[in-house]
């Protein structure tokens, strides 16, 4: 692996070599361990951050801390992506919830114009973490609506409406 983590889309590493770390980490290997959660960061980061906004390095400590603890539980090494999401999504959520927001604007990654990735994370600040999570897993990730369901753990049509209230308050409040 070459260039720093941030760099690279964790996604894109051979399938057989990140199964491989999966493996060696959940016999203990703290290498493969510390490899694994470098490669999966990245990745973590960009899920939690439209989520829980300001707080969302907080809610990426939690995700790789559950991801941790919880590694040996996996039993599909090439479901790692999928598994790393829902535990991401619901961290973000959680922390998002349980704090109030700061009030200076959160990071994010510019990769093109840095005034609308300003006025875009303005409009997501104003928006639920509920409905910040289907927009990112949506809109982001482009799960459909089963998938988001099942990762929300909520039924279809909550996914349904939710995302139809997230797109109406994000459409009002990016014209406010």
């Known amino acids: 692996m070459s260039g720093p983590p941030?760099?690279?889309?964790?996604?894109?590493?051979?399938?057989?070599?990140?199964a491989d770390l999966v493996r060696a980490a959940q016999r203990g290997d703290m290498l493969a361990v510390d490899e694994l959660l470098t490669a999966?960061?990245?990745?973590?980061?960009?899920?939690?951050?439209?989520?829980?906004?300001?707080l969302g390095p907080d809610a990426v400590q939690e995700t790789l801390i559950a991801?941790?603890?919880?590694?040996?539980?996996?039993?599909d090494p090439?479901?790692?992506f999928g598994w790393v999401r829902v535990i991401a999504v619901r961290e973000a959520v959680?922390?998002?919830?349980?704090?109030?927001?700061?009030?200076?604007l959160p990071e994010l990654p510019a990769p093109g114009d840095v005034e609308l990735a300003v006025d875009v994370a303005d409009v997501l600040r104003?928006?639920?973490p509920q409905h910040r999570a289907i927009l990112v897993l949506r809109d982001l990730e482009g799960l459909d609506e089963q998938h988001a369901a099942r990762l929300l753990d909520v039924p279809v049509g909550t996914v349904k409406s939710r995302l139809a209230r997230a797109r109406a308050s994000f459409r009002r409040e990016w014209r406010a």
């Open 6 to 18: 941030e760099d690279r889309d964790p996604r894109r590493i051979d399938p057989d070599r990140l």
């Open 40 to 54: 999966i960061t990245p990745y973590v980061r960009a899920l939690c951050g439209p989520i829980a906004l300001d």
């Open 126 to 128: 104003r928006l639920s």
């Open 67 to 75: 991801v941790f603890g919880h590694l040996r539980r996996l039993r």
């Open 94 to 104: 959680k922390v998002a919830r349980s704090r109030p927001v700061a009030a200076e």
């Open 78 to 80: 090439r479901a790692l």
